[in-house]
């Protein structure tokens, strides 16, 4: 615990917003059973996107962060719908680490299924996106777990700088196909979800600490990036555990 005393902290008014999250956070955990009861529609989880380019001119940094940031932004989208439940991605990471799950074996889409399973979500949304010159196509179907039957599917196509504005209607349509109604977010530059996918990289790597830090940073710089928020509170909670 005393590393987290010696690392720099947002500013007061994210700090306050963290410290709620996390309290409503810990109610969250504290029953999972609770949780089944106040939920009234199937439960989600959100897998990270494919990148399916074959060949493209630009660096990869500028294409291969979509795979989180696509896959964190849907679940912004869905968790904002009332009543459904959505797995969220330190719950993935720590479901993959207790079944020694390689990432070669998650690319299988069955293993996926199976772990869906394992993890109590009726519902899979399975992603992935190609780059053609500076356009990209994203295409997302939801898939029930116990069948493997798809039960949505879509796509949007947008130029590569505004890609993640672009798919919100997409994921509003997901939204509701899977109960809810039309909602809606702030947008944000793709600048503040490439360092989003850089602290994400860190975490996934084990490396805690760096992945805390940055999250602090990327909020200092934007104390409204959602996503940014919900995973410093998860990754908290999980180094106050070790």
């Known amino acids: 615990m005393n590393v987290l005393l010696t690392l720099a902290l947002p500013p007061a008014g994210v700090l306050h917003r963290v410290r709620r999250c996390a309290l409503a956070c810990l109610m969250w955990g504290a029953s999972v059973a609770g ?14 996107f494919d990148n399916q380019t074959a060949l493209s001119t630009l660096p990869t ?5 979509l795979r989180r940031a696509l896959s964190e932004n849907l679940t912004a989208t ?3 719908v009332q009543g459904l439940p959505v797995v969220e991605r330190q719950r993935l990471k720590d479901l993959l680490a207790e079944q020694q799950v390689t990432a070669s074996a998650l690319a299988d889409e069955d293993t996926r299924l199976r772990l869906g399973k394992i993890v109590g979500a009726q519902r899979m949304v399975f992603g992935g996106f190609f780059v053609l010159g500076d356009e990209v196509q994203v295409h997302v179907r939801v898939v029930e777990t ?3 039957r798809i039960l949505f599917s879509d796509e949007a196509t947008a130029p590569l700088p505004g ?11 997901l939204a509701r196909a899977l109960g809810g109604t039309a909602v809606g977010g702030r947008s944000h530059p793709p600048e503040l979800w490439q360092a989003y996918d850089r602290a994400l990289a860190l975490a996934d ?9 940055a999250l602090q940073a990327l909020l200092a710089r934007d104390k409204d990036f959602t996503p940014a928020e919900r995973q410093l509170v998860a990754l908290l909670g999980k180094m106050a555990r070790r």
């Open 35 to 48: 949780w089944a009861q106040a939920a009234t529609l199937p439960a989600v989880v959100v897998w990270d």
């Open 61 to 65: 940094e500028r294409i291969d962060y």
């Open 78 to 80: 869905l968790l904002q």
């Open 146 to 148: 116990a069948s493997s």
């Open 163 to 173: 890609v993640m504005q672009q798919v919100s209607a997409m994921n509003g349509r």
């Open 205 to 213: 790597a084990g490396e805690l600490d760096a992945a805390v830090a």
